[in-house]
């Protein structure tokens, strides 16, 4: 089926709550362990681009002291909903940092940090490309990239199924929401064709469930 582009943040109270309350534990946890299994213990200085309520960069500052993470997304609900959470782990607040600002007004070190990170950002983007630039623009030559979102299916039979499956117990507004992101989301072979374009072309792309893609891979020197 054909790509129908949604809302570029989640800014609505009612949405950034919901979102915010709903059991993401085993993707989330995946989406750490599938970067611990490709690169090892987090370290030094990463970036978490659309990180919504923050509940993966709060995992990977549990995980590892060594880790300090730059959390960015557009959405004020969302980096209220992630300060909450953040400062009542008083322990972890200095080492996550908060910015809301949409991508393309990001103002960060250049080639500043040694992982950039996102997950279920790509979709929201209207314009991919500027995702993929600012990976490039922030990852330090060596750094390791993990990139996971949602794949497209084939329909919306399909993407209907998919809600019905995975997202039957949750309230009206994040099924609504699911079934929207399932229509606005890139194939895997488009990801493949965005990487090339981006002069990213040595990160693999791969998919991981009937519904989610993965980029993995180190930043090449330019």
Do not use: K
Request: aromatic share 6%.
């Amino acid at each position: 089926m054909e790509r129908s582009p949604e809302p570029e943040l989640m800014d609505g109270d009612e949405q950034a709550l919901a979102y915010a309350r709903a059991d993401f534990e085993e993707p989330n946890s995946r989406f750490v362990e599938a970067y611990v299994a490709r690169f090892g213990e987090p370290a030094g200085r990463m970036l978490d681009l659309g990180c919504g309520p923050a509940d993966i960069p709060l995992r990977f500052a549990r995980r590892s002291s060594a880790v300090a993470v730059t959390a960015a997304d557009g959405a004020r609900a969302m980096i209220d909903l992630a300060a909450q959470a953040r400062d009542a782990e008083p322990a972890l607040r200095h080492r996550v940092e908060l910015v809301c600002r949409p991508l393309q007004a990001l103002q960060l070190p250049e080639a500043g940090y040694d992982a950039v990170i996102s997950n279920s950002l790509l979709h929201h983007l209207h314009e991919p490309m500027a995702f993929w630039a600012a990976v490039r623009r922030y990852a330090r030559p060596g750094a390791a990239v993990l990139v996971m979102d949602l794949a497209r299916p084939s329909s919306p039979e399909a993407a209907q199924g998919l809600v019905d499956t995975y997202a039957a117990g949750e309230p009206a507004v994040l099924r609504t929401d699911f079934y929207n992101s399932l229509h606005a989301a890139f194939t895997l072979a488009e990801v493949r064709g965005q990487l090339e374009a981006a002069g990213l072309g040595g990160l693999a792309a791969e998919a991981v469930s009937d519904r989610h893609w993965l980029v993995s891979g180190r930043v090449a020197a330019a």
